[in-house]
């Protein structure tokens, strides 16, 4: 049993997040959190500088509309939305709130994976604490 748990949500269709949280809910300990991470990946300046000054906060603001029907009424479970590199920031993320699991769904690997590494390989290669991949 894990006292705080990080899950990782991507938008990508072959990605069971509905239950990389039900894994999660399961290794929570009674009093544990669980925290639902989005990390959305940078983009160059010459696209940001088209946008509006406030587009993180517009697509924060959507991400989070999102996420909020998967956690329901559960209990001591929150969302959080950054901004940076998938891999390193789920890293980076759970380094920074001291987290004892990560619980992520992730793809059927491809060849493409095999060459260039996958963002759950990346995190179960080099997080710091236990890692629950799911497919």
Not at 40 to 56: A, G, I, K, R
Not at 58 to 80: R, V, Y
Not at 89 to 112: E, F, M, N, W
Request: with cysteine; charged share 20%; proline share 5%.
């Amino acid at each position: 049993m894990y006292q705080n748990i990080l899950v990782p949500v991507s938008f990508d269709a072959d990605r069971d997040v509905a239950q990389s949280i039900t894994v999660a809910q399961a290794l929570r300990q009674p009093n544990g959190t669980v925290t639902l991470l989005h990390v959305v990946e940078h983009m160059p300046q010459y696209t940001s500088d088209l946008l509006p000054e406030n587009h993180f906060d517009i697509a924060k603001a959507a991400i989070t509309d999102k996420l909020k029907p998967l956690i329901g009424d559960m209990p001591e479970t929150k969302i959080d939305i950054v901004e940076g590199h998938a891999g390193r920031g789920i890293l980076d993320y759970a380094t920074a709130q001291k987290t004892d699991c990560i619980v992520l769904a992730s793809h059927r690997p491809g060849l493409q994976d095999y060459l260039l590494g996958s963002t759950a390989a990346r995190v179960v290669r080099h997080a710091g604490c236990s890692v629950h991949v799911v497919r």
